[in-house]
Nanobody
């Protein structure tokens, strides 16, 4: 069973930065893609940034130029560097790993952007 453990969320002021981490229990090479999603209260879960095993990256328009997804294969970890944070970035952020058959989710980490 694949386990994804997110960390790095918290409270930050507008304009600040956070780095989220997602540690996978197995090799991230085994997944077709990994990514970060978020869900704000009363809203649907949305994709924030995704990365395929081949390195193709996609960002939501709302975060382009501010967020960066990256990975450390040796540590089986995917990161989301978030800069210039805005109040509208407040949400629970989830890590996702997409295999050939199954899709796996972490438990989520809360990010709150507020002064």
């Amino acid at each position: 069973q694949v386990q994804l453990v997110e960390s790095g969320g918290g409270l930050v002021q507008p304009g600040g930065s956070l780095r989220l981490s997602c540690a996978a229990s197995g090799s991230i090479f085994s997944f077709n893609a990994m990514g970060w999603y978020r869900q704000a209260p009363g809203k649907e879960r949305e994709a924030v940034a995704t990365m395929t095993s081949g390195g193709r990256i996609n960002y939501a328009d709302s975060v382009k130029g501010r967020f960066t997804i990256s990975r450390n294969n040796a540590k089986n970890t995917v990161y989301l560097q978030m800069n210039s944070l805005k109040p509208e970035d407040t949400a629970v952020y989830y890590c996702n790993a997409l295999g050939f058959v199954n899709s796996y989710w972490g438990q989520g980490t809360q990010v709150t952007v507020s002064s």
